[in-house]
């Protein structure tokens, strides 16, 4: 393309009089307009297939309007109530009035079932007295009080305040092993109730637990792929690879095989002596089974990116330092290892996110401890059908992931991470 000098304004022009800054301009906007529509399809793809139904998914944990949608004359009192005085012959007069409209729309069981999970009993409260709702006369409190007394309970009206809230913190709440009351206040359940807070916990130690034993075990494996010449290193890569080949359902499987009282690792041990043939280890159904076929499950991507990031080193680093004098052990820990931290992280982290959301090997392995959030979250999903608080708990777990993933990015810096 030809270009002139505009000697007026000193503008570079093209052969057919455009500013060419404005050309390039133009062609540039053309060329990330054409980039745009090649990764559209995919962004179509991910948004609407990925990003779009976790959104959905977790909005869930925060919004309920199954009371509000179908209790439409008793919602609107419940919002005026404070909570604390006695419920009105208004309150049971619009009650009455839902539980008939229920009754004949067949969705009582909706509201029962969700009036349930924050009130224990409240199932049976409320389909026998929407039975014999249509035959209730005023007045309605002394009616219903006849048909079932806990509509005389005040922790029954408040359970349906709180109910009635279609945006609530009733779930994260609970999630969090916390109840949120009438009044507005957030109280700490029952140490007998207070379950998930101890999952959460135990879910990040196995993770962490996981991603160092990877890194002890992998890293070996990884230096010595990397060592080694490269038609014997290609063989062993096969190997580091072929569990990928393997569905992850029969590699859990195997290993109950493995670890199972009469398995083979508790028959070797009698072999070898380490323990006896009455007093066998119990690797099966606790943390400690799931800790070993966790770790061997998720060894590969630890392994891989540590090794794609050592090939990238060259050897004359450290033939270098030791020709200067450096011992074997200083040359690979001052010159050799710090190269390899970023391969470490992106291992670490990689096998962390993928440890903290197991759900398969914790469920037929773990036991009862070793059972991870990822299995109740499934529990309320398929189960009890509490997706609400199924996607509260799964709000906190990305919450605290998000938040470990900060803390990575801060201590040791995302930019650092490389995959070879």
């Known amino acids: 393309m030809l270009a002139s000098q505009n000697n007026s304004n000193n503008e570079v022009l093209t052969n057919d009089g455009i500013p060419l800054k404005k050309k390039l301009s133009k062609s540039l906007f053309k060329s990330r307009l054409r980039a745009f529509g090649l990764v559209t399809p995919l962004l179509l793809l ?35 109530w404070d909570g604390k005085t006695e419920p009105t012959e208004e309150m049971f007069e619009a009650l009455v009035l839902d539980l008939v409209a229920l009754k004949k729309s067949k969705n009582i069981g909706k509201v ?113 792929l990397a060592s080694l010449p490269i038609r014997i290193s290609n063989l062993l890569l096969i190997l580091v690879l072929l569990p990928f080949w393997t569905s992850l359902l029969v590699r859990t499987t195997a290993w109950i095989a493995m670890l199972q009282g009469q398995g083979v690792l508790n028959d070797m041990f009698v072999v070898f002596g380490i323990a006896t043939d009455e007093d066998r280890f119990t690797l099966i159904y606790n943390k400690a089974g799931t800790l070993i076929s966790m770790t061997h499950i998720l060894l590969p991507f630890m392994i891989l990116p540590i090794y794609s990031v050592m090939k990238t080193i060259p050897p004359s680093y450290v033939r270098a330092a030791k020709s200067m004098g450096a011992t074997s052990w200083t040359a690979f820990w001052r010159i050799y290892f710090p ?36 299995n109740f979250i499934d529990y309320h ?40």
Do not use: C
């Not at 199924?390 to 201590?411: H, Q």
């Open 46 to 80: 991910i948004s609407l297939g990925f990003v779009f139904p976790i959104l959905v998914f977790l909005t869930r944990g925060v919004y309920n309007d199954t009371f509000e949608k179908y209790m439409i004359n008793l919602t609107p009192i419940l919002a005026e």
């Open 112 to 224: 029962a079932s969700r009036m349930n999970r924050e009130l224990s009993g409240s199932r049976s409260l409320f389909t026998s007295s929407a039975r014999k709702a249509k035959n209730l006369e005023s007045p309605f409190k002394e009616s219903l009080i006849q048909v079932k007394k806990k509509w005389g309970n005040l922790d029954t009206w408040r359970a349906m305040k709180v109910t009635s809230n279609s945006l609530t913190p009733v779930f994260l709440a609970s999630a969090l092993d916390m109840k949120y009351t009438a009044d507005g206040t957030i109280v700490q359940k029952p140490e007998e109730r207070r379950i998930h807070i101890k999952l959460f916990v135990r879910t990040l130690e196995i993770s962490l637990i996981v991603v160092i034993a990877g890194l002890i075990l992998g890293y070996p494996v990884a230096f010595l």
């Open 339 to 374: 190269q390899t931290i970023p391969g470490i992280g992106a291992g670490a982290i990689l096998v962390f996110i993928l440890a903290i959301s197991f759900y398969i090997t914790p469920a037929l392995i773990g036991g009862q401890d070793g059972t991870m959030i990822s």
């Open 381 to 420: 999903m398929r189960k009890s059908l509490n997706w609400s608080l199924a996607a509260a708990m799964g709000g906190v777990l990305l919450v605290i992931v998000l938040f470990l993933y900060w803390i990575y990015d801060r201590v040791v810096g995302i930019d650092n991470m490389k995959l070879g």
